[in-house]
């Protein structure tokens, strides 16, 4: 149960800490006091989300605490799953900083709050002020039956493969998908991939063709300079071959005379081989130039076809091409093993199918047979609720399709009065019909689930007088397993709690403060009174409120 709770610089509390008590603690006060802005703090435990438009006080950051007891209540799986040590106390904290941003603790053990909401729905059911409409919504009226029912298990089992069939479906989709888009792109792949094929690539063949065709294209100008180098060097009686000689021969005399010049000399000797080398390169540069007028062809023709192909494709390389080669080959295989794919694509969404469709059909059968339990209990509160002659008829049809809690199509039919025709709850229930069923339905939940406490905001919303005082047996009846915070606007429920807390605002200065203050015997008498009457309360109004306090 919730023993303890701060909230700090949210909406108009500026500080507030409150102890709770086991059984019905009822919170009344003025609208607008801030009774629903505590149910908002919260549903910060809960994982709702927020920024920062909740601060009170935008220069610091806001934060909620609670501590429940949870000694009576098996949390093992959810501690070892943080690797928390079991205890009998439990603080939950969330923190909204001046920036916005929000941070869950437990323990003081940061969590995501995925992890914060699954901690928070083991410890808390919180029914909002407009949660009477859900139970107009087929929805909630399934998970009223399978909470009832004990279907979690089955639910949990369906869910997992709900979601792989979902998947699997998808997967089927977009094979099929892909098949189509690649059936009509196959023929054009093919016929790309092919030219490429034919075209026999090799990586960096074009660079070397390149060099070979500027060679080939250009060979009667390179022997012709060849020629000129060779002439020039050896075929004149002038050639810088036999002036080398002479220069080597005149140099070598006049070191006969001079030993400096024996360097020099030695130098031009090493210049005379390095020269003669190098014109016998040019020889064999000049023997080896070939007119092939042949093979330039085939060069050409050659080099053609890949520029073409690289202007096709809009790349500059023939790497590039060799990759777009295979890739297009991959594209063509996979379109080939689509076929495969997709018949084992239809198989497991089939599997899935099946599976569901068993799983759907044990839930179906729980349910039919929980039904007869639920309009029973909820015909019974009625009665307690002053509508004795109210029915309900809950008729639940199984379909084809599936959907995330099976393949149930429930329709529940209401009727407030004897001799009215059953219909649709929207279309017949009025505000305080609504109330009523609402509150049959969620004693029915609570009672089947092991849920530490139960919080309802204006569940009385429509009724007044002797329903309202039968509202407030019900939710006493639910506090004896269960600990309820009940917000409400009734005296007759006001009148059932264990404990009666009283939110007022106070303005001082600019400012408006939300203040909460747990009322002693003769503080509620008073707080009831003005409930049943004015402020200040008549003395009837008071003596009437000590006789609601009394039959509690």
């Not at 060849?226 to 050896?234: R, W």
């Not at 329709?411 to 609402?438: D, M, P, Q, T």
């Not at 009672?447 to 939710?475: N, Q, Y």
Request: hydrophobic share 40%; proline share 2%; with cysteine.
């Amino acid at each position: 149960m919730l023993k303890h709770l701060i909230v700090h610089n949210y909406a108009i509390i500026e500080h507030l800490e409150l102890e709770f008590a086991p059984g019905l603690n009822t919170i009344t006060g003025e609208t607008g006091a801030g009774k629903s802005i505590l149910l908002g703090a919260l549903g910060l435990i809960l994982g709702n989300r927020a920024d920062s438009k909740v601060l009170y006080d935008e220069a610091q950051k806001c934060y909620v605490e609670a501590i429940f007891d949870v000694s009576s209540f098996d949390l093992s799986d959810l501690y070892t799953e943080l690797d928390l040590e079991v205890q009998s106390e439990l603080t939950i904290r969330r923190e909204i900083s001046v920036q916005g941003k929000s941070r869950a603790f437990i323990e003081d053990s940061p969590v995501n709050l995925e992890i914060l909401r699954k901690f928070a729905r083991r410890l808390i059911d919180l029914h909002e002020q407009f949660d009477t409409l859900d139970i107009q919504e087929p929805a909630f009226q399934l998970l009223a039956i399978d909470a009832i029912a004990g279907n979690q298990e089955l639910l949990r089992g369906y869910s997992k493969i709900y979601e792989d069939w979902t998947k699997a479906k998808k997967c089927l989709r977009d094979l099929e998908d892909a098949a189509k888009q690649g059936n009509k792109e196959q023929d054009f792949n093919q016929y790309l991939w092919k030219e490429l094929d034919e075209a026999n690539l090799v990586a960096g063949e074009q660079e070397e063709m390149e060099k070979e065709y500027e060679i080939l294209s250009h060979a009667s100008e390179i022997q012709e300079k060849l020629n000129q180098v060779l002439s020039i060097a050896n075929d004149s009686e002038y050639s810088i071959q036999s002036q080398l000689k002479e220069l080597m021969l005149a140099l070598r005399d006049a070191a006969q005379y001079d030993s400096n010049l024996q360097a020099t000399q030695e130098r031009l000797t090493e210049i005379m081989i390095e020269f003669k080398d190098s014109i016998d390169d040019v020889q064999r540069s000049n023997d080896q130039v070939e007119m092939d007028p042949e093979r330039l062809e085939q060069l050409q023709d050659r080099l053609q076809l890949i520029y073409k192909l690289q202007k096709k494709h809009q790349v500059l390389t023939v790497d590039e091409l060799v990759t777009i080669r295979e890739n297009l080959n991959d594209s063509l295989q996979t379109v080939l093993h689509l076929e495969t794919d997709i018949a084992n694509a239809k198989e497991r969404v089939i599997d899935c199918e099946n599976e569901l469709l068993q799983i759907a059909t044990a839930l179906h059968n729980k349910r039919i047979a929980t039904i007869p339990k639920i309009s029973d209990n909820i015909h019974a509160g009625l009665a307690e609720l002053a509508m004795p002659y109210a029915q309900l008829s809950i008729e639940l049809e199984q379909k084809e399709n599936f959907t995330p809690t099976g393949n149930d199509q429930i329709k529940v039919l209401f009727a407030a009065n004897k001799g009215s025709k059953l219909n649709l709850i929207k279309e017949v229930a009025s505000g305080g019909e609504l109330s009523r069923l609402a509150l049959c339905f969620q004693s029915a939940i609570a009672g089947a689930l092991a849920l530490p406490t139960l919080i309802f905001d204006e569940i009385d919303s429509g009724v007044s007088g002797d329903v309202a005082d039968k509202m407030g047996i019900i939710l006493k009846k639910l506090s004896l397993n269960h600990q309820v915070l009940a917000i409400t606007h009734s005296p007759q429920i006001a009148a059932r709690g264990s404990s009666h807390f009283f939110v007022s605002k106070e303005v001082i200065g600019p400012k408006t403060y939300t203040r909460v203050k747990l009322l002693q015997a003769t503080e509620r008498v008073d707080a009831i009174a003005v409930m049943l009457s004015t402020n200040p309360p008549s003395s009837t109004a008071i003596e009437h409120a000590r006789e609601l306090m009394n039959s509690n």
